[in-house]
């Protein structure tokens, strides 16, 4: 079988996004890539996920231009993927960011598992300090996307 390469339109990307809960996100220190796996909900321009402190975290705080890649694939009918540019800002526990963290925190509780990727981690912590729960959004500044369309 073959396929037809086409760009999406900004209005399909974004339906690709309001679609999606899974992508990659990516984001750079000292001129190096991190790439991780997240779970996300996107609502009004903005992409909510969660995490708990670790490297992902450490480098969005030194550098918040990050980078999210959507992909959905289907057997035999092609791809789909979605590149978001964006804009990484933390919704710290405080009186001045509870309604955004109620906000991020009520679109990601549709799901049950929308706290797995951003919760475990390979070594089991400390008991004798307090998780810190991040909640944080992605800004979205540009979004491009492409599709693979079969041709019979």
Known sequence: MSYILKDLTQAECFAVLEQSRFGHLACCKDGKPYVVPIYFAYAKGAIYSFSMPGQKVDWMRANENVCLQIDQRSAGKGWTSV??????????DSDTWRSERLHAWSLL?????????GALKPQSQPTDTASEHIFYGIFVRAVTGR?????D
Request: charged share 30%.
């Open 109 to 117: 509780q549709k799901h049950s598992d929308w706290w797995e990727i």
């Open 83 to 92: 590149v978001v540019d964006g804009r990484f800002e933390e919704f710290p």
């Open 147 to 151: 599709t693979a369309l079969p041709v």
